[in-house]
Nanobody, 119 residues
Framework: QVQLVESGGGLVQPGGSLRLSCAASGSIFSRVTAGWYRQAPGKQRELVASITSGGNTNYRESVKGRFTISGDNAKNTVYLQMNSLKPEDTAVYYC?????????????WGQGTQVTVSS
């Protein structure tokens, strides 16, 4: 079973930036689509961005132009660069491999990394 470990979260002021990292225990990202998800308090988990093994990306409308997903297959790591952060971006962020509609994923969820945007 592949394990996913997210890191890079923190407290940032509105307009600030953070870079999240997701390290996989196996070399999977060169073969599958990877996704970053988030779950805000009291809300359902949602897919924020995804990147295919070929490098094609897709973003949730609310983060387009602000977030960038990328991957380093040699390091088995996927990143999420988040710029111009807004309070509504506050959530726990997770990475995983989409396996169907909605938030169906291939692997067990990691612990996530908390992102708090507040002044």
């Amino acid at each position: 079973q592949v394990q996913l470990v997210e890191s890079g979260g923190g407290l940032v002021q509105p307009g600030g930036s953070l870079r999240l990292s997701c390290a996989a225990s196996g070399s999977i990202f060169s073969r599958v689509t990877a996704g970053w998800y988030r779950q805000a308090p009291g809300k359902q988990r949602e897919l924020v961005a995804s990147i295919t093994s070929g490098g094609n990306t897709n973003y949730r409308e609310s983060v387009k132009g602000r977030f960038t997903i990328s991957g380093d297959n040699a390091k088995n790591t996927v990143y999420l660069q988040m710029n111009s952060l807004k309070p509504e971006d506050t959530a726990v962020y997770y990475c995983n491999v989409p396996s169907g509609a909605g938030t169906l994923v291939l692997f067990a969820w990691g612990q996530g990394t908390q992102v708090t945007v507040s002044s």
